[in-house]
């Protein structure tokens, strides 16, 4: 059983910056791959980022490249979305998601309740 509670969000002006973060209990979540999808009003839940169990793997939906960081600390059991130059088309609400396996794919089986971003233009 993993539980995931995301925290971070807010409302910021276009070009700022936000980091999400994803705080996750159990004992399997450093050997799982991680991941942050997005969901806007009105439109279907999307892939944003993964990454992979090390860390040493990580993967970007193309609107996002360059801009937003995906990273983790198996430490501290959490998870993090570095949003750079954030644009009106961000605005969503983002879920934090474990994956079944070690590394990054299709396969996600935990889910937070997720922590909305609005950026205003």
């Known amino acids: 059983q993993v539980q995931l509670v995301e925290s971070g969000g807010g409302l910021v002006q276009a070009g700022g910056s936000l980091r999400l973060s994803c705080a996750a209990s159990?004992?399997?979540?450093?050997?799982?791959?991680m991941g942050w999808f997005r969901q806007a009003p009105g439109k279907e839940r999307e892939f944003v980022a993964a990454?992979?169990?090390?860390?040493?793997?990580?993967r970007y939906t193309d609107s996002v490249k360059g801009r937003f960081t995906i990273s983790r600390d198996n430490a501290k059991n959490t998870v993090y979305l570095q949003m750079n130059n954030l644009k009106p088309e961000d605005t969503a609400t983002y879920y934090c998601?474990?994956?079944?396996?070690?590394?990054?794919?299709?396969?996600?089986?935990?889910w937070g309740q997720g922590t909305q971003v609005t950026v205003s233009s």
């Open positions: 998601a474990a994956g079944r396996s070690h590394y990054i794919n299709n396969d996600f089986d935990y």
């Open positions: 159990g004992r399997t979540f450093s050997s799982r791959a």
């Open positions: 990454i992979s169990w090390s860390g040493g793997s990580t």
